[in-house]
């Protein structure tokens, strides 16, 4: 069974700094794309970043590139969403969420939500402005 858990999420003044981590467990992390996702109340699930499990190669929403890094440690099954920079519009509910095995991230980023088939119950971002 598979299962993914988000952490470190938190309120945070605007121009700050905030780093998310999410473990997976139950599947062979190390040949599986991971995504960040985040979602505001009333608003369609949006792709942030993506690292691909081949090469570490990422992808990035226009909205946090050159803000936010994603990277990913295969020895602890986690993959982390470094945000600097922080806007009031990135306040949302951050996902993170992984592809099948082998799969890729897609070349045409951010991707549908449906491409990921396992995913975590989200940490709150909260940006003060």
């Known amino acids: 069974q598979v299962q993914v858990v988000e952490s470190g999420g938190g309120l945070v003044q605007a121009g700050g700094s905030l780093t998310l981590s999410c473990t997976a467990s139950g599947l062979t992390f190390k040949f599986h794309t991971m995504g960040w996702f985040r979602q505001l109340p009333g608003k369609e699930r949006e792709g942030v970043a993506c690292i691909n499990w081949s090469d570490s190669s990422t992808r990035y929403a226009d909205s946090v590139k050159g803000r936010f890094t994603i990277s990913r440690d295969n020895n602890k099954n986690t993959v982390y969403l470094q945000m600097t920079s922080l806007k009031a519009e990135d306040t949302a509910m951050y996902y993170c969420?992984?592809?099948?095995?082998?799969?890729?991230?897609?070349?045409?980023?951010?991707?549908?939500?449906?491409?990921?088939?396992?995913w975590g119950q989200g940490t709150q971002v909260t940006v003060s402005s």
């Open positions: 969420a992984s592809r099948p095995r082998y799969y890729y991230c897609s070349v045409s980023w951010p991707s549908t939500p449906a491409d990921f088939p396992y």
